[in-house]
């Protein structure tokens, strides 16, 4: 039970509240009031229940749906069949966000990334440039670049992997394509924030299951980095910084799952790994591997 005040009554008192339907008792007048719905203008209104609206579709999302059950018949059949006659103008928008929330749902990403990714999509679709090009391709890079603006980036083989079939080289490029023309639509450079290193470090070390130690020094060898002149890609360096705090530990990871969970080739790790290699007493912490097990292990 909890306290509030009864409309009825006028004055705080104990209620008891039915979860299974949705009520709310007064224990001294036994009122049976129906728990109130928000949506997004923060109304109370209780009878506005559902869904709250969308902006990006036609009628805002608050159409309704017939349904013809199994069995239906007569004017609730028919009115069902009518409505499934008619053209929804929201149809192709509607599986097109559904696709993208399911994409979304696989990796973990929050509603905001997902609507950023719908508003995307839907300045795209408007502008009638899309046909003719891979639809799995526009969707996964819309949700590509709601990431980056975000300020949550994933990798294009993060995207890939729940793209349904399209290639990282197809979502590359549908990325450079949607980029181009938004920009082109808003006579401005388009902002796509900026992605380091540590963005994709914790979920590397993730998949690698490396031990929150290893974690740790990971990072702070990323943050040092940071301090370097070093132009290389956010991606590689964190694949990097993995690799020679792996160097300098008891368990080892072998490149070749490091280039597996990263997305990033083993000649260009080594790459990146080799432009470290020369700050390594530097950037590996102290309290991890002291400087001079750094160099022994190194010289292995």
Same mark, same amino acid.
């Given at each position: 039970m909890q306290k509030t005040v009864c409309p009825d009554c006028r004055r705080e008192v104990d209620i008891v509240v039915d979860h299974a339907a949705g009520d709310t008792v007064c224990m001294e007048c036994g009122l049976l009031r129906m728990e109130t719905f928000s949506d997004d203008s923060g109304s109370n209104d209780p009878v506005r229940v559902g869904g709250p609206s969308n902006p990006l579709l036609t009628d805002?999302?608050?159409?309704?749906?017939?349904?013809?059950?199994?069995?239906?018949?007569?004017?609730?059949?028919?009115?069902g069949k009518w409505q499934n006659h008619g053209t929804n103008p929201d149809r192709a928008l509607l599986l097109a966000f559904k696709t993208i929330g399911t994409m979304a749902d696989r990796l973990g990403l929050v509603s905001t990334i997902k609507d950023r990714a719908d508003e995307i999509y839907k300045k795209v679709e408007d502008m009638k440039s899309i046909r003719g090009r891979s639809q799995d391709a526009i969707l996964a890079a819309c949700l590509?670049?709601?990431?980056?603006?975000? $300020?949550?980036? %994933?990798? +294009?083989?993060?995207?890939?992997?729940?793209? =349904?079939? !399209?290639?990282?080289?197809?979502?590359?490029?549908?990325?450079?394509?949607?980029?181009?023309r938004l920009e082109e639509e808003m006579?401005?450079?388009?902002?796509?924030?900026?992605?380091?290193?540590? $963005?994709?470090? %914790?979920? +590397?070390?993730?998949?690698?299951?490396?031990? =929150?130690? !290893?974690?740790?020094?990971?990072?702070?060898t990323v943050k040092k980095v940071e301090e370097l002149d070093i132009r290389k890609s956010p991606i590689s360096i964190a694949a990097a910084a993995i690799y020679m705090i792996s160097q300098v530990s008891e368990d080892k990871k072998p490149l070749k799952e490091i280039s597996r969970v990263a997305g990033v080739a083993e000649a260009t790790i080594k790459n990146s790994f080799n432009y470290l290699r020369p700050h390594a007493t530097r950037l590996v912490p102290d309290w991890y591997c002291k400087p001079e097990d750094v160099k022994r292990f190194l010289a292995q």
């Open positions: 805002g999302g608050l159409s309704t749906t017939i349904s013809r059950g199994n069995g239906s018949q007569g004017d609730y059949a028919a009115l590509y670049i709601a990431c980056r603006q975000e $300020d949550k980036p %994933r990798t +294009f083989k993060e995207i890939h992997s729940v793209a =349904n079939g !399209a290639t990282k080289k197809e979502i590359g490029r549908a990325t450079n394509f949607i980029v181009k006579g401005k450079s388009m902002s796509m924030g900026s992605i380091h290193a540590g $963005d994709f470090l %914790r979920r +590397f070390c993730s998949h690698l299951g490396m031990t =929150n130690q !290893a974690v740790r020094a990971a990072t702070d």
